[in-house]
């Protein structure tokens, strides 16, 4: 696993290169939506949340992420040192009547494809994306976690209809009939992702793009009158199900499935993890569940992080995990200071299971070797030197005189002494 950071688009500079390199991360996720320019409640020091006007105006809809913007994004990473894993999102202004169903939809979903095609071709391996017509909408910030650090939450459900000329919680026109949204069924939207994905897949397949799918955040059957679609976790299964391709992955986030009413969120991590299908993971910690969870510092929520991590290891995830949110710190850099909270937690993390990983490993050679080696002796135990996984210069012929051979510690092999001998310390 590797240990990554998200950008949104105005941290696409120098200083947070530096900033993520300096906190252990080898690869970053960005962002290419402007989610900050226009709203009136949106600060860009933190995530977006916004009030009942959204995250502000949707770009451009004419103008398409170019191939020559992406791979420059990409060098300028390189060149800093980092890989750059991901772009997450589109703009609402390139896919708004492929979630609405509108008029524009074959030609938004040719634009769709060209974005694939332009991100393939830059060597950008993953795009995540959130199939939602309300999107990230109805939480609040408050004081909510240790030491009153502000983090993100949520009050209560909220369903006030999305107006016209609103989508995935941005504006993409401003001139649009009063009025709001019609509420779509679930019939209706999981056919509209049925049909996305029967036209973007064979195209991120043949760009060698994998796509990753958000789960609903937050994960309520509803959000502003608009039904939802992966907001319990097995509905990750149908998402999967329904366009079967290596392509077709998932933006696994942990903070959001831990929110679900229903399923155990470990299981939920092996289920998918074991198929192969998380193209990359957000790691984020949380207490309670909808409609009333709250964000909470990394190591302080109801979710087990190592275990999550444990099982991400024994199922061969390789990907890039990142700190989607953190509570903001009290002092004059609060986003900053967050993000190399979890970071620094989550890289210690990945060295304690790594180095776990990799005792049980020398445990297994030890084991195999002494249930091929074991003879009766004095000490009830006897085996060849020449063979042992920890034999070096000056060992002796008894595994209990071994002490620190190899950087074996000496409780070490009396464990596995008592396992094959005679229980007794050598």
Not at 21 to 50: M, W
Not at 228 to 245: A, F
Request: hydrophobic share 35%.
């Amino acid at each position: 696993m590797k240990l990554g950071l998200g950008l949104y688009r105005h941290q696409l500079n120098q200083e947070h290169y530096r900033f993520a390199k300096q906190c252990g991360c080898t690869h970053l996720i960005i962002h290419l939506v402007d989610y900050f320019r226009s709203a009136r409640s949106n600060q860009p020091g933190d995530q977006p949340v916004g009030d009942d006007s959204g995250w502000g105006l949707a770009d451009d809809p004419g103008r398409l992420w170019r191939y020559e913007e992406l791979a420059a994004i990409r060098r300028e990473i390189n060149d800093a040192g980092l890989e750059l894993e991901a772009i997450e999102n589109f703009d609402p202004a390139h896919w708004h009547d492929v979630l609405l169903d509108g008029p524009k939809k074959p030609e938004q979903l040719e634009n769709l494809k060209t974005i694939i095609r332009n991100v393939g071709r830059a060597g950008i391996p993953i795009f995540g994306y959130n199939f939602s017509i309300a999107g990230v909408a109805g939480r609040v910030k408050g004081p909510f976690a240790r030491g009153d650090a502000e983090a993100v939450g949520m009050a209560g459900p909220y369903d006030k209809p999305l107006p016209n000329g609103m989508v995935w919680n941005m504006v993409y026109d401003r001139n649009a009939e009063p009025g709001n949204v019609p509420s779509a069924t679930p019939e209706q939207l999981w056919q509209r992702l049925k049909d996305f994905l029967e036209a973007l897949i064979p195209v991120a397949e043949e760009s060698g793009v994998t796509l990753a799918a958000h789960p609903d955040d937050p994960p309520m059957p509803t959000v502003r009158a608009q039904p939802r679609l992966v907001y319990q976790p097995q509905l990750y299964q149908k998402l999967i199900d329904l366009k079967p391709s290596p392509r077709n992955a998932l933006e696994f986030c942990v903070g959001t499935l831990a929110e679900m009413t229903e399923g155990n969120i470990y299981d939920t991590v092996d289920t998918y993890s074991r198929q192969g299908k998380l193209g990359y993971v957000h790691l984020r910690n949380v207490r309670d569940k909808v409609p009333h969870y709250k964000e909470t510092f990394i190591d302080d929520g109801e979710v087990d992080i190592l275990k999550v991590m444990r099982i991400l290891k024994r199922n061969n995830f390789k990907g890039v995990m990142i700190p989607d949110h953190a509570p903001q710190m009290s002092c004059s850099a609060p986003w900053h200071a967050g993000m190399a909270y979890a970071l620094g937690y989550m890289r210690a993390g990945l060295q304690t299971i790594n180095g776990e990983r990799g005792l049980e490993g020398r445990r297994a050679a030890t084991r195999l070797f002494l249930s091929k080696r074991r003879s009766s002796d004095s000490h009830g135990l006897s085996y060849d030197s020449q063979d042992c996984p920890f034999r070096g210069a000056g060992d002796t012929d008894r595994l209990g005189n071994h002490g620190q051979a190899n950087g074996v510690p000496a409780d070490f092999v009396w464990f596995e002494c008592r396992e094959r001998g005679n229980g007794k310390r050598n």
